[in-house]
């Protein structure tokens, strides 16, 4: 799917999300520990991306990576786009 241009938007008190133009697979997931903030994580129920900017704790997530710089804009209150390339 990438490159992909999303929308990312406040959700909850902790996190922003985004929603993909579809499901991703499940195959091969397992259960992870170690939740943070900044975590990028793929919350299966909805089929969205979900980035973590304070502690977290729920069901239905498959961590897909953490961000190591750029985090301060998950900060930023408000809707804005959001592009997601390989590197």
Not at 15 to 29: C, F, N, S
Request: net charge negative.
């Amino acid at each position: 799917m990438l490159p992909l241009k999303l929308t990312i938007s406040d959700f909850g008190h902790n996190e922003k999300i985004a929603y993909l133009p579809r499901k991703l697979t499940e195959e091969g997931i397992g259960a992870f520990g170690n939740e943070q903030a900044y975590d990028l994580c793929y919350y299966t129920p909805w089929g969205n991306l979900a980035m973590f900017y304070a502690d977290y704790r729920h069901p239905g997530l498959i961590r897909l990576g953490r961000f190591d710089k750029g985090a301060e804009a998950l900060h930023v209150e408000g809707e804005f786009p959001l592009r997601i390339e390989a590197i």
